[in-house]
């Protein structure tokens, strides 16, 4: 069945209980700017109504639970905040939005089936802890992910974060552990996705400061 933008933007409002301004546009992912209170989806032409569903969910969760506020800065790169929020926001819709579960759900598992993330032929294990957490909050149900016992103690610490200073402190963590394996290990430093949920590509640190990202890329801002 094609996708109806028009339902799927007063869906948005609904859910987000304001006027958001929605906007379908030919981009790379969806996105929502927390400043201007401005959504925009993607016009994919391969997704389904649940992706979009999954899509709304995320963006309008950053529209509902992710602050205005820019103090962290500096403290931590933008990227690995993305990862954290994106859990926790999500987590926090499908508890207020109990029925969104099969939406998160059946939306992430299309885009694992339709290697959206880009993982044929990678040793996912061998991906550093940022790119495997941000996989794990999403598609972890439908790929094999496994993690070190203190890996796993930061990932229930993103996966405990109630508020967005939780999630903050918890991106400060999975950064450090993130810098001193590259150190120890000579490793390239993580750039963890963009958004939905996050699609890529550098942005300038206004364009940052505007903008909450879904998803690997997918999302992000949805840039989920």
Known sequence: ?????????????????????????????????????????PMWKRASNEVYDMLVGHEVGHALFTPDEWDWQGTVPQQFVNVTEDARIEKLMKRKYPGLHKSFNAGYKELAEQDFFC????????????????????????????????????IKQIGDAETFEDAVDAA???????????????????????????A????????QQQQQTPPTEASGDADD
């Open 119 to 154: 993982l044929d032929g990678e040793d996912v294990d061998n991906m550093n802890l940022a790119d495997r957490a941000n996989l794990y909050f999403k598609i972890g149900k439908y790929l094999d992910i496994t993690f070190s016992e203190e890996e796993s103690v930061i």
């Open 1 to 41: 069945m094609p996708v109806n933008y028009e339902v799927k933007s007063q869906l948005a409002k609904l859910l987000a209980t304001e006027d958001l301004v929605v906007e379908n546009q030919e981009v790379a992912t969806a996105q929502f700017n927390v400043e201007t209170r401005v959504l925009t989806l």
């Open 172 to 198: 400060k963590v999975m950064y450090a552990y993130c810098k001193g394996k590259q150190e120890t290990q000579k490793q390239p430093m993580v750039q963890p996705p963009q958004n939905t949920g996050n």
């Open 200 to 207: 890529g590509g550098e942005e300038t640190q206004e364009q």
